[in-house]
């Protein structure tokens, strides 16, 4: 029979605790984050020239090739490392991430 | 993957959180290269599936024709790139296959998944489970679900795990 209590009801809450901390320290902490209504106006000035960044979607080929934010370039995260010369020499270039959204 | 981002010597770094779902919700248009064909992608519950693991593991992971039971199909990313602890899996006595979503482009790896027995994917918390279900309907897997809030979702029921150094 399966051993049903490898991790109990507190371990499991104190492992939930810790990976909403984890991603909220990604996403809130460490880094500025954008609204849609933001994106869809920096890339419309980029359009026209008037910005300069870019835009990756760090999803999986299979969901890119599906459906993607338009001027967006596709670094799957599983990829990130051998695909990385895709982000250019520039270290000081504006980068703006994106995945499906919120879980 | 802004911390990847960061590792590699970037430093203005910004993240859109609202992601693709939020993009959409607004309104706002998308492009597409391969866009995957409609399919009604059907999930189960932790607890659903934690009851047909029990039941397959008392009939030794095996139907009465012999056939492997049924497949997790492991897909999660996260764990592997982005933290050097090791990652939780779903406790499964039977047949686990682990990789990631873009492997099933690979024909060698979709071999290792049956396709006559029921599949279930698990992802971080079921996002991106319906991308892998209409992907592999187009190989002619209709016996695939996914799993309601991934391993998030198996997590909170309070189901058991183990620790995979090779996830």
Known sequence: MMERKVVTGSGAALLLFIMLLHNAAWGIERFDTITTAQLHE????????????????????????????PGSI??????ASERSSALGNDKNRLIITYCMGYR | MAVVIKALGFNKIK???????????????????????DYEARFVSAEELYAYVLHAEENGCVQVDGK???TLLDIRTEPDI???SNSAV?????????GILDDLQDESFRQKIPKDTPVFVITETGNRDVFAIRYLHTFGYSNIK???????????????TSFNNNK
């Open chain 1, 42 to 69: 920096m890339l419309n000035l980029r359009s026209s020239g008037e910005s300069d960044f870019l835009l990756i979607n760090a999803l999986d080929e299979i969901i890119y090739r599906d459906e993607f934010i």
């Open chain 1, 74 to 79: 596709n670094i799957p995260l599983s990829k």
């Open chain 2, 15 to 37: 993240i859109y959180n609202g992601g693709l779902k939020d993009w959409l919700n607004s309104g706002l248009p998308t492009e597409a290269i391969a866009p995957l064909a």
């Open chain 2, 68 to 70: 492997v039971a049924f």
């Open chain 2, 82 to 84: 982005e933290s050097d």
């Open chain 2, 90 to 98: 779903i406790t499964n006595p039977c047949e686990t296959v682990t």
């Open chain 2, 146 to 160: 996914g799993l309601k809030f991934g391993l998030r979702g198996w997590l909170m029921a309070n189901l058991p």
